[in-house]
């Protein structure tokens, strides 16, 4: 496994952006399929955008596009998700997760390795 820590998060105002980023420890980074989740009280946790090893392939849920963009630096172990024209509907609590397997269907159960969140708070 490898171990996940997200920073980045943060309250903002609707219309605004963040950047969240998600350094990960080890090695063999590029091999790992990486994905964002969110997560809000009482519920499951919800794909937002995931990237496959290389950066070559990209997958976003309809809500996020034209919004979000995810992108990989695996010279630095890390993943990012930029976040323009927030919403309030966006605030949760976002994990990163690292899986092995690339498909155009990245549910939860197939990523092993999970981060600790980061708190995104968007304001009306």
């Known amino acids: 496994q490898v171990q996940l820590v997200e920073s980045g998060g943060g309250l903002v105002q609707a219309g605004g952006s963040l950047r969240l980023s998600c350094a990960a420890s080890?090695?063999?980074?590029?091999?790992?399929?990486m994905a964002w989740f969110l997560q809000t009280p009482g519920k499951e946790h919800e794909f937002v955008a995931g990237i496959s090893g290389n950066g070559g392939s990209t997958l976003y849920t309809n809500s996020v596009k034209g919004r979000f963009t995810i992108s990989r630096d695996n010279r630095k172990n890390t993943v990012y998700l930029q976040m323009n024209s927030l919403k309030p509907e966006d605030t949760a609590v976002y994990y990163c997760?690292?899986?092995?397997?690339?498909?155009?269907?990245?549910?939860?159960?197939?990523?092993?390795?999970w981060g600790q969140g980061t708190q995104v708070t968007v304001s009306s």
């Open positions: 080890g090695r063999a980074f590029s091999r790992y399929v």
């Open positions: 997760a690292a899986g092995d397997i690339w498909s155009q269907d990245l549910r939860p159960t197939v990523f092993g390795s």
